[in-house]
Structures are given as C-alpha cells and as structure tokens.
C-alpha cells in the first residue's frame, strides 16, 4: 500500500485541474443551490413538518445521478484509452493501489462538493437568526447518509470505468448502474408479484436495500449497522470487480 | 540509487520455451534466448511478430500462458512486483497523460518507482540534461513535439537507474539529428545497464546493439552479432564490379584466381563485347579477401577494362529479408492478429 497515497495526491491533482470537474462542481453548486431555495420558499409560504435539512438531503438523487459519472468516467477508462495503465502497471504498482487511489480521489472531491453545500445551512443560520430553522440532528444525519452512500456510488463509478475504454459509455454505464440502485429498486419493490409466498427473501432483500429508506433512518439520527453493513460490503464488492475488471483485460487482451 | 539485482550470477534475462497465446492464437510461439548482463540486445520482426508481447510479459505487466521468464534469476511469474523494480520500461508509442508538466511526470514516475525523495530532485534534473529535456521541463506533455516525447519516456524508463532497461521502438516518428541523440543516449548506457530494445530502423540496430535477435511469427528466426548473422544467412561474400571490353572472357579470369568465383546473375549470351562499363556482382563462398588476386588477373587480362572493384558489404537488412523469408517457406499458417 505504500504507493497509495502517491497515487491519492497525484489523481486529486489531475482531477483537480480537469474540466468535467469543474462542470459536476458548477452544476451540482448550481442545482443544489435552486433546491434549498425552492425549500426555503415553501417554508416562508406555510408552515411545514419536517426541517429543513431533512428535506434538503431528500434530493440527493439529483447530483449523484451526473456528477458520480462524471467524477469517474474518467479514471480507468482514459487511462486504458491512452495506455497509460500499461506504464503505470509496469512500475512496482499493484492494480489494487491504482484502483483505491482513483476511487479515493473521487470520493474525496465528492465530499468536498457536499461540503460545500454546507455553506447553505450557515448563510441560513446566519441571516434567519433562529436556530430552529438549523436542525442539527437531521444536518448531521443527512451528510452521515451522504458520507456512507458515497461510498458505494463513487465504487460503482469507478467499476463502470474500469468495463470500457470509452468515457461516455463509462459515465453512461454508470448513470444506469446508480439509476437502477436508486430508483429501480424502489420501483420493484412495489411490484404486486414480489407479494407471492415463494419470493417472500427477495421481497425482504429489497426492501433492506431501500435507499431512500436509509436516508430517512440516518436523518432520524438511527444509525444501523445492516445499512452500513449494506454500503461498505456494496463498495468492497465494487471496487474488487474494478480490480478484477483492469486484470481482465490485461488477460484476454 | 542503482537497484540492484538480487542473484549476482545469474543473467539478466533467461527466456524459456514462452508461449503466450491471445484467445488460444499463438503470439509468441516457444521462444527461448538468454541475455547476459551489460549486454545491447536487439529486437527485430516484422510488424506482429511478437515482438512488443515478448517485452510486455518480460516486463511482469502481461501474464505468459507457458514457459518462463526470469530477470536477474528472479521468475517474472511469482515475483513480478521485485522484477518491476529491476525494469525500466519504455512502451511503444510512449503514452503519457496529456495535462501533466515534464518535471511533473518524472517526479510523480519517480516516485512510484521508489526512488527516495532526498535523492529524486538531483536525478531529475541528471535524466533531464541527459536526455536534452532542461528546456522543455515545465511544458505540458500534451503540447510536446514527437521527438520531445519519445525523449521523456526514455528519461522515464532510466530515472530509477534500473539495471534493465526494455524499449519498444524507441526511435519511431524521430528525425536523424534525434536519432543521433537516442543512439549515443543508448551508448553511454552500455556496461552501466543491460538494453534491451526493438526497432524497424536496421542500420539503428546494427549501430547500438552487442547482439541481435530476428523474431518472426512468435518465433527466433536468427540470433547473433550482426557479423554472425550476415555469416550465417548470406554465407558468401560479394564483390562489385564495373568493366568493360570483352566479358566472354570473364569467368575464365574469374575462375583462375578462385574457383568459387562466379557472375551471379550469370552474364547473358548476347553480352560479348561491351565498350560501355557495366557493373556486375562477383559472388563466393569464400570469406577470406579475395580484392586483390581478383584486381591483379582483371587488369592482367588483355581485352578487359577495370574501373572499380569493391567488396560488397550485406546489410542488416538482407539478413533480416533473408531470415524472415526463411521462416515463412518452413512455418505453414494464417497470418495472425494480436501482438506486434
């Protein structure tokens, strides 16, 4: 593991002077902004259950959809493209640091993305003066969720990378690799045939891997250690096939 | 910092009966040779032949499907990541990331390579004026000039001062005066660092390397010095001449100073008399000189006129035609995809 971090410093540098960086960084500040705005609209109009935060964190769909391909479209896939890969694996690099170190980088800009958005809730506090509209359990819940999640969702990423060559069918393989966790599995678990007797495991496998489920818990302040259980082996999981994704390929050519 | 290799004694690169196969074709079909330490060894082939495959699995990036492999007495299989640390690899076409400055890249390079921190800023700017790059060092790598980027991974490949260095056509797409740059780049190497490298340009070749090996359709088709390879697939010696006036009389003269003198093409009937000078080629199969007996009975001959003789010198390149031309008559197959 001693090249690691090496590699960590180098590809949070080149990510950090790529332009699609820029694009996810704009775009992500950009809609998240309009987001909290619209919330803080519809509290200004009526008064509303839940706070702020909680609500705020119910979208986190809308950036993990683009931003995560477009963190990592990049990472494997153009490395193979330029052959590159070729002369980083001919030095005393294992696969496995190369993999970390590119799923580190992009984790770690993913949170300093979110974090940003930290700025929001300050310039909330700030201006309203009343720390109801700032609640902390929910806020600390919801980047916990963000933190934990993003795990899984920047694996996913670089797995998609690690399966082509190309960037766009990377970030698109992505999109729908995400889609389908997110939005595809809360869709079957509304599907009528999961209620027979015989598909009752699946049916309690589906609903365990509800992420917007999840998101509630955490933003509750109920931390379960099934639903970190389900994000952290998710990610081991991902980040094995990107591993074995790169050797395959040096294998069969 | 030079790495040093773990066995004293054992050669730098012992290949063993490799085989790698790309979904079951044959790329590298059983090959075998040895390269001692300190040794320029020369790659040649045709384009496919295996040649870049070879340097890939000796490098430990590409599994071998059977034989094997060890550098410095180390087994590339079982052991690759030592063995990475023994190579310094230069891959054909040289890729680099586009957005990264020169000194940027070495260092990042050198680290990964494991050279210490307190040593790499002083090797950096060593590899930098070795290679000619000072210039160019804060430029950005997708901006540079072919010749700038061939030079940058030649830097590349010795900055961890590794006692092998493997070069995949490391002058391609450059201009002489740049050649000449590599060769003597690669020359004040020798003895230093065991090189290893292929090209398409033969005289290159015969420049640089100890000794050479012709790979053709994943096999060894010729290895040896130049000289020995001229030797052995040539066999004969050649000398030119230009002469005019009675050429009937020829091969008489030809045959009082060495029997195994001949006109090859053989003069054609309707030669006879010619007052133009013609050149024609003297072959042998004798290697000793032959110049001088053959200049005394030409000009000694009454009805001929000599105006040049000289030894015809075989280049690389008949030898490498005449090797792979060889192997193509006795190998039977399809031409294969996979694996330059």
Known sequence: ?253 | MTVSPPDDSAPAIEVSHLVKAYNGIPAVNDISFTVGRGEILGFLGPNGAGKSTTMRILTGYLPATGGSVRVFGLPVASRAEEVKRLIGFMPENNPLPEDMRVSEYLYYRGRLKEVPRSRLSVRLDEVLALCDLTRVRHRILGQLSKGNRQRVGIAEAILAEPPLIIMDEPTIGLDPHQILIVRDLIARLRGRMTVILSSHILPEIEMTCDRVLIINRGQVVAQGSPAALRREFLGRSAYELEVAGDLEVLPAVLGQVDPSLRLEPPLSPEAGQSIEFQRLRVVTDREDDLGEPLLHALVAAPRLRVRGLRRAEPSLEDVFLASTQRSWDVVDGAPRPGGA
């Open chain 1, 1 to 253: 593991m001693r090249h690691f971090f090496t590699i960590l410093n180098q590809e949070i540098r080149m990510l950090l002077v790529s332009p699609s960086t820029f694009i996810a960084a704009v775009l992500f500040l950009a809609i998240m902004g309009f987001v909290f705005a619209g919330i803080l609209e519809s509290y200004s109009a009526a008064p509303q259950e839940n706070s702020p935060a909680s609500v705020f964190f119910q979208y986190f769909w809308l950036p993990v959809f683009f931003m995560v391909p477009l963190l990592t479209m990049k990472c494997l896939a153009e490395e193979r493209r330029l052959g590159t890969l070729e002369t980083l694996l001919t030095t005393p690099v294992t696969t496995t640091e190369v993999v970390l170190g590119k799923f580190g980088a992009a984790y770690f800009l993913y949170m300093l993305l979110w974090a940003s958005t930290g700025g929001f809730f300050y310039v909330l506090q700030h201006f309203a003066g009343d720390a109801r509209f700032v609640d902390r359990g929910p806020l600390i819940g919801g980047y916990v969720f963000i933190a934990v999640s993003g795990l899984l969702f920047i694996a996913i990423g670089v797995f998609a990378s690690s399966l082509s060559r190309n960037q766009a069918v990377a970030g698109i393989g992505a999109f729908a690799l995400l889609f389908g966790l997110i939005s595809g599995l809360s869709f079957v678990e509304g599907m009528a045939v999961l209620d027979l007797e015989v598909l009752r495991p699946l049916k309690e496998a589906v609903a365990y891997a509800q992420v917007f489920q999840h998101l509630e818990d955490f933003s509750r302040g109920i931390v379960d250690t099934r639903q970190l259980l389900f994000y952290l082996s998710g990610t081991v999981l991902a980040l094995i096939f990107s591993i074995l994704g790169v050797e395959a390929k040096l294998l069969h050519g």
